[in-house]
Each structure stands twice: as C-alpha cells, then as structure tokens.
T-cell receptor
Framework: EPEVTQTPSHQVTQMGQEVILRCVPI?????FYWYRQILGQKVEFLVS????????KSEIFDDQFSVERPDGSNFTLKIRSTKLEDSAMYFC????????????FGPGTRLTVL | GQSLEQPSEVTAVEGAIVQINCTYQ??????LSWYQQHDGGAPTFLSY????GLEETGRFSSFLSRSDSYGYLLLQELQMKDSASYFC????????????FGTGTRLTVIP
C-alpha cells in the first residue's frame, strides 16, 4: 500500500540555523499538508499546498516558514531561522482530492532545536 | 473559529467496550474524522462521518449527530494494542480541507 514518507526521522539543529524537512506524498494525491505537534499537545495545521501553490496557511506559518514542491515527488518545509519553540514533530500529509476523502500522514520528523 | 472538546484520558479493561466523545463548534461543518496515534507515531485515519448515524469498521464504530454537534468513537473488544491517543478532527471550510484537531483522548487499556 502506498504511503507518505518523510526524511529525516530526527533532526537536531542549533537555534538560528535553517532546516529543510522533506516529504514524498503518495504519488496520485493532489493536496499536500504540513502539520506540527509539540510534545504532549494536539496536532496543529501549518499549511496546505495545491496546484503548486499555497492554498491556506495558519497563523503559525509566518515568514520564517516556506514550502516547495521542487519536482514531481518531493514536498519540503523550510524553517529559515529556527527558534527553541520550533521543537516539535512535523507531519506531512497528502490527500487524493476527491470529495469526502481523507488525509494520510507520514511518520513525522522530530525537530529538536538547541 | 472552531473548537473540539474531548476527554483527556480514558482507562478501560481489555475485552471491554469504550466510548470516546467529541463535541465541536464550527461555522461550517463538513464531517468528523477520527485518528489514532500511538506514542511517537503518526496520526492514522480511523473513520469519517459526514452524515448522521453510525459507521462501523470492524471493532471500531463512529457516530455523528449534527443537530447536537456531537460524535463518538466506539471501540469494542479492546486489545492492549488499542492503547493510544485518539483525536477527533474536522476539516475547515476551505477547499483544501485542512484538518482542525481536538486535544486528544489518551486511552489506556489494562489487563
């Protein structure tokens, strides 16, 4: 069964550094998402992406964040200047795009900012 | 805005039945989803209700009452592996159906 994959599984970085989190959505899906989950808290929406552009973004997704789909398979989340509070699990998800369908989540990247 | 309320913790005995409730507030409702998440794992889709009534998938069932803005997840014949967090979630009004998650219910199954 096809699945969403994410790399790396764990990323440790120094405050102020840039990180790029990578995702390969399921191949025939049309909508892509990034969510984050701070330890012990709920999953929070960051951004959705459709037709090669941002569809919607939350208040969390400020100017330090950006997303790209550089080729036909990868979907990336870049954090330009990481802060301590960016430490969280980051989940990528994708959805086919048909009515009533569901989102499929990747295994996540645990980002630790020191 | 949107809000979802769930109990924070539930404990149940192996083999028993447990119900996890979710009440929601939203200006536009498109359906209620349930996700399971084991510690350190990703949210895994369990069910989706767009219409009132009960949806059954094996040991898991989900119910929705749109007039009451309420739904629940029913887990039967509990197994130890069902110990996890369970989140209800609603898609927002945009075409992208971004998910808004509840705070989650931590289910602990005991022998």
């Amino acid at each position: 069964e096809p699945e969403v994959t994410q790399t790396p599984s764990h990323q440790v970085t120094q405050m102020g550094q840039e990180v790029i989190l990578r995702c390969v959505p399921i191949s025939n899906h049309l909508y892509f998402y990034w969510y984050r989950q701070i330890l012990g808290q709920k999953v929070e929406f960051l951004v959705s992406f459709y037709n090669n552009e941002i569809s919607e973004k939350s208040e969390i997704f400020d100017d330090q964040f950006s997303v790209e789909r550089p080729d036909g398979s990868n979907f990336t989340l870049k954090i330009r200047s990481t802060k301590l509070e960016d430490s969280a699990m980051y989940f990528c998800a994708s959805r086919p795009g048909t009515s009533g369908d569901t989102q499929y989540f990747g295994p996540g990247t645990r980002l630790t900012v020191l | 805005g949107q809000s979802l309320e769930q109990p924070s913790e539930v404990t149940a005995v192996e083999g028993a039945i447990v119900q996890i409730n979710c009440t929601y507030q939203t200006s536009g409702f498109y359906g209620l989803s349930w996700y399971q998440q084991h510690d350190g794992g990703a949210p895994t889709f369990l069910s989706y209700n767009a219409l009132d009534g009960l949806e059954e998938t094996g040991r898991f069932s989900s119910f929705l009452s749109r007039s009451d803005s309420y739904g629940y997840l029913l887990l039967q014949e509990l197994q130890m592996k069902d110990s996890a967090s369970y989140f209800c979630a609603i898609p927002d009004q945009t075409g992208a159906n971004n998910l808004f998650f509840g705070t989650g219910t931590r289910l602990t199954v005991i022998p």
